[in-house]
């Protein structure tokens, strides 16, 4: 083997590695701040009930009329949760 070639077995290895790493950390930081956008859109509240007669109170909602309104929110949707 010619000992004066870049092209060995150990430099292509350290070449691949290196390779991997360029491409893992630039994915790895956009993947990282996706999860915060998530985390920061969690607080809103998913299904609301309204309407003459709807008492919530907490998380827990009584009723004396049988026509209730619901709004359900998606987070994905509008940009206020």
């Known amino acids: ?34 999860t915060q956008i998530f985390k920061s859109k969690a607080g809103s509240t998913p299904i609301q009930f309204s309407g003459t007669g709807v008492d919530c109170a907490g998380t827990s909602c009584t009723t004396t009329n049988t026509n209730v309104n619901v709004i359900l929110n998606s987070c994905f949707e509008d940009s206020s949760c």
Do not use: R
């Open 1 to 34: 083997m010619n000992s004066g070639s870049i092209f060995t077995k150990n430099n292509l290895i350290t070449l691949l590695f290196l390779a991997i790493l360029i491409l893992a950390i630039p994915l790895a930081v956009k993947l990282a701040q996706q």
